[in-house]
């Protein structure tokens, strides 16, 4: 396929005569008899792991199966936060990687996926909430990232109109993150589609994995609602489908899927130009570029998956935004919608092989997946392609449970509905 | 979500607190040769079932009893629900 390249002076040209000059972005492919590379699903993850194996890691014969449209999943459900704001050693280094490829996200793609870098706050509330994000501070920048601690006057700068004078929780000052923001979640999953089609890669939508065939212990390929495909090697990256899909190698995982919502409001005029997280509760918000109000909170807490929640949470969510910020009261909500959440026992991810050869996982992400896109996708198309974990997902292995080394960010246990 | 609680009847799921799937009941044998691969079993993995799933809820801002809930987990729809110690002595979550 020709590769056109997006410019500004091609809008200009193409708007000069009557936009008959864009095409299909990528193409629409049958699937072959054989791969050597075959990516089960077709979000964010599994495209971003399409696009690296074709381009850093130069292979050749990758399929993309998505068993529904291209980023139907949570990569089109999610609140759009990039940040790399975490603590532990196994985390950390990871998700700021991962920051650095969104810092050159879009002129790698040659898309505007709208990449804003408009900060993120996440609020302290008491002297001990102080000192946990000062250490959270220092281990981001000994990471690489940065990292400010705000006091409270700092903050009311930024944003005068929060609830300082909460009387249960008042702001005592912020975590800030300068180099965190938002990104245009469906231009993420579209400028990797089109970024991997252009590399040669099939992505074969509306064909489900139905199976796989394993030989003796190793993968040799998958069984699909379009026929079998052969397969030298398998990575499944199917989000809240995990266990399901595993379930067809014969594995348990050790994640539950769970519902998460998400809400956005109606448009408003420009209020909230970062993220902002709420510290005495679970809430955080930022303002789409439409001007609606997009906010989220806690996951439902039991196990579904149905891709909408209870209003319980939706309650429990707006209530902790009407404690942060009481002017959010005034504003009507559009949208409320649910996607569902890998849920893993210490709340980090798991990008590792199987027991199975020659079939790898990248799973776990909680909800936590989209900020990880690009180094989710790196780091799994290095497994792939080398047969050794990258550098700085080394951590992230299946097995961590059982050999008693859990990357547990919150500290919770097992207990996946609270992390 | 209304929880069928056998003994107070209709109750809202807000009341309860989740806990997870019913395994749970079936706590391994801590003094069996093979209790640390059993315990990893118990405690990390999960069948994680699309479809009909039994499951542990505690009533806590109620009679602060634990059930065994019987529910889709595609639908949420929740077919019954009975007292986690009668489910127990029936034999776990078997």
Known sequence: MPAVAYSGFRVIRESLTGHRGWKPVWRDPQPQPAYDFIIVGGGGHGLATAYYLATVFRQARIAVLEKSWLGSGNIGRNTTIIRSNYLLPGNEPFYEFSMKLWENLEQELNFNAMVSQRGILNLIHSDGQRDAYRRRGNAMILAGADAELLDREQVRAMYPWLNFDNARFPIKGGLLQRRAGTARHDGVAWGYARGADRAGVDLIQNCEVTGFRIENGRIRGVETSRGPIAAGKVGVAVAGSSGRVMAMAGMRLPIESHVLQAFVTEGLKPAIDGVITFGAGHFYVSQSDKGGLVFGGDIDGYNSYAQRGNLAVIEDVTQGGMALMPMIGRARLLRVWGGIMDMSMDGSPIIDRTPVEGLYLNAGWCYGGFKATPASGYAFAHLLATGTPHDTARLMRLDRFERGYPIDEKGMGATPNLH | ?94
């Open chain 2, 1 to 94: 979500m209304l929880i069928p609680h056998p003994l107070l009847g209709l109750r809202d799921s807000s009341e309860f607190v989740y806990l997870g799937d019913a395994v749970l009941l079936d706590r391994p044998d801590g003094m069996a040769p093979d209790a640390a691969a059993r315990f990893h079993e118990y405690v990390h993995l999960r069948d994680n079932p699309a479809g009909l799933h039994r499951e542990l809820w505690f009533h806590e801002q109620g009679d602060r009893s634990w059930l065994v809930v019987t529910r889709n987990t595609v639908t949420h729809e929740i077919l019954g629900a009975e007292l986690a110690s009668t489910a127990k002595l029936k034999g776990g979550a078997a």
